[in-house]
């Protein structure tokens, strides 16, 4: 699954995305053409499957009748449970309220707990109820939970094989359902306990394998805490023999992203609807009954029953299609292997393809609405998806496990994409792109969504984490392989070497610094704990971890050892320790022996990450003493957990350390940490020589030094940069700026170090610095000695503004592979010259503005679009704003439209600024997930920080209403607009804030408190010693 990514931090900045009006032209500038070209061509529909003419027409008519029977019976039942819904919501049956039921306030009237009982051989009324009055006390006297209030499904049953039957009533969006499940009983008990939500169920069937005769029902329910569905039986099912369940169900296509849910575009004037299914985490549960844990691995074949005019795809390819002939159509889909629940997918849509197949001989096809198909914006992606598949191949050394993969580009979804075997679904903005008007961000964002999503079908799908408190295993690995499946597909980028650092690395430090973060393997106990554990933590911190990982072991040893893992455990579940005793095999393989457990349960069972100190002993010879402790930006915080002090961290840390000199580096030693405090002893370690540790900056943790040795770096740095790598030129930039923010080191060291950037000509440098001045930037930018520190960064900007200058028009995109450090380095220097006030990059951005509103014709480049909008909303005059405001109305390209929302934050005019504020919560006005931006973009602008932090409180009952069930947003908000809050005032006003509303969004909050304390005392306690170096800097 891959959330919803921003790469950039600083002013507005958004990837173009895809423009429907110009994309309409054939671009003759695309990029350059492939050999997909050939392979990849629309196709009519009607070729894709083998059509099986159902011979029994005269069966026909009765059909038809039977399916206008059925969907008057929902309709008609559907109604009674609106009319019903009072009486449901009081009365789960021994519920006792629902307040640990997450979805509970958004369910749909009666959902989630239909009053009507199952038909079929189920006894109702006062006997069943006493009956289950008896029983509950009965488990009380055990001092048990009974068995369906576990937070966990009983073990006693085990599904073996999924029929699901299913017809897509699209006009009235419902669906229904019949489900058999071949069940395999370990401990005989008289109660089938498995997932059912916001479903009406209408007949149940319990019957013993291969014999006549079922096994009687005696009362079935729902619980609605633990959303499962219970069937209690007369008898018990007995051990090692295997049962059949079976359930006739209905429920609605919702309208909400989960479960199976509905969406709709508009194509020639007229509005399409198309359903699909979104599972992960435990969402199965709303669309068929089932045992909806990871570990409940089984076969699925599964039947779609639709309108011919639509057409329905799942994980498997299609076996036979049955006409009827009311204009109705059953797809049967081959079976699946064996598989989660959550994996499971399925759409019934009138999009068309395009395809292509892979060397192996897998058929990869592209799913979009027509118009996306037909102008090739689908290509892009299914170009590299058949060479990644290639790539995957090879690498893991484990065949693709499907015959076919169908990825499909839907208008929504709630999140940027969702790796279903077979059928991974995508948000448009992720998938389609059109090249000849994107810019490289954009088309780097698309690359990376679905470099992830493949390596999923690996790392997930054939191998699955037993439970969710390892879900970074599997988003750990497919954020890390982003990195590495793009450097093959540009191997001029250096992904995995290089942006890996700021967008990954820099990225998750700054989060984990902070005492109130947790472990990357996070205990889960209920469904509603779920959605919390995929964060930043899992993902980035998650792929961290792999990447030091594979650097100690030395990756074709990892590479090895991960495709032991896959074979080993393909179709089956591992958790992190299998995966460990793996690698710690293929290491003894190669007679290495380190324990990957022990070493790897520190860092992902412990929160945060060490700082490693180096101190050079200047006495005796070629000494060093190493010391390590955990790194906290807030040290006067208590720990999160009481009973464990930061003093009991402890990691065993692989320090990578090279001694160097002017003109030459040695070669890399590995030093084992893992005391508090040791002595080393260091060959050739002169007297003008400096250390460096971390070595391409592969380790999870950050390295300080005694002043003498920064200072060695500085002048080497200042001399000769090259000497030094180009990541650790920029580990030593996140490094020195985040360990004075901390207080480890003095304010101008950071400072000093960013001097001999005038000289760099590496991108990456330049974004880390960019990146770590940018909270620097934010605590001063409202104190009144900001001009000293504003000037200072000027300085350092000035002379490589000059040397780059502007791009003079938009790229060529044959040469983004070869362009694309020089390009992305010019913007970043445009960005910060223009951020800081470079009078001539102010003017060159006002020009570009007048340019367009004098020749409404936009000519600004397309990659500094975002800088030159923000730059000249707050320059200008009020037109400006109004201008971008209406351009902002009639766009219909979703990324420029974003641009020019964020440009409108940027406006120094604060009765503008609390216009936008109360605008954005129009929804007829701005998207939902768009107002988040503005209120964020809006709290980092200096002039509207405060106007902000008032809406926030203001409206945080609205905010919180909206936004409250998506964890990931709701904290991005509470974050975005809290984070750069530095005063004592401030902090006072968050602390009263917190205590005068009632829970919800609790873990952001203590996150929020925690950062702005440390920023308060930071002013506190370093501002002025910053400021008095800078004057004198100044001055020199
Ligand atoms: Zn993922």
Known sequence: MALEEKREKRPPVTPMMIEEEAALRNGSRGLPPGPWAEAAGPRPRTTERHIAVHKRLVLGFAVSILA???????????????????????????AGGNGSLSGAARQPPGAGQPPGRPEEEVRGGEAAEEEEEEEEEEWQRRRELPPWARPRLPRHLRPLHYNLMLSAFMENFTFSGEVNVQLEVRNASRYIVLHAHRMHIDAVRVAEDKLAGGVRVARTFFYPQTQVFVV?????????????????????????????????YVLHGERRFLGVTQFSPTHARKAFPCFDEPIYKATFKISIRHQATYLSLSNMPVETSVFEEDGWVTDHFSQTPLMSTYYLAWAVCNFTYRETVTKSGVVVRLYARPDAIRRGSGDYALNITRRLIEFYEDYFKVPYSLPKLDLLAVPKHPYAAMENWGLSVFVEQRILLDPSISSILYLLDVTMVIVHELCHQWFGDLVTPVWWEDVWLKEGFAHYFEFVGTDYLYPGWNMEKQRFLTDVLHEVMLLDGLASSHPVSQEVQQASDIDRVFDWIAYKKGAALIRMLASFMGHSVFQMGLQDYLTIHKYGNAARNDLWNTLSKALKRVGKSVNIQEVMDQWTLQMGYPVITVLGNETTDNI???????????????????????????????????????????????????????????????????????????????????????????????????????SNRAGLIDDAFNLARAGYLPQNIPLEIMRYLSEEKDFLPWHAASRALYPLDKLLDRTENYNIFNEYILRQVASMYLKLGWPTNNLNKSLVQASYQHEELRREVIMLACSFGNKHCHQQAATLISDWISSNRNRIPLNVRDIVYCTGVSLMDEDVWEFIWMKFHSTTAVSEKKILLEALTCSDDRNLLNRLLNLSLNSEVVLDQDAIDVIIHVARNPHGRDLAWKFFREKWKILNARYGEALFMNSKLVSGVTEFLNTEGELRELKNFIKSYEGGAAVSFSRAVETVEANVRWQRLYKEELFQWLRKSLTQ
Request: aromatic content about 10%.
């Open 624 to 726: 060093i003493v190493i010391s390590q402790e955990r790194f906290v930006y807030d040290r006067d915080t208590k720990p999160k957990d009481p009973a464990r002090g930061d003093n009991s961290y402890l990691w065993q840390i692989p320090l990578t350390i090279a001694v160097g000199n002017t003109s030459h580096i040695s070669s890399e030693a590995i030093i084992w940490v893992s005391n508090k405090s040791e002595h080393h002893r260091i060959p050739a370690l002169e007297e003008a020589s400096w250390l460096l540790g971390n070595i391409n900056q592969t380790g999870y943790f950050r390295v300080n030094y005694d002043i003498r040795n920064w200072r060695l770096l500085i002048n080497q740095l200042t001399r000769n940069h090259e000497v030094i790598s180009v």
């Open 232 to 264: 209690v039986l007369n008898r018990s099912l007995e051990v090692q023999r295997s049962y059949n369940l079976k359930i006739i169900y209905n429920a609605l296509i919702e309208n909400e992203l989960l479960g199976f849910f509905r969406s709709s």
């Open 68 to 94: 206008l029977l059925a969907v008057t019976m929902i309709a008609v039942m559907l109604s009674v449970r609106f009319e019903e819904c009072g009486a449901a919501a009081d009365g789960p049956p021994r």
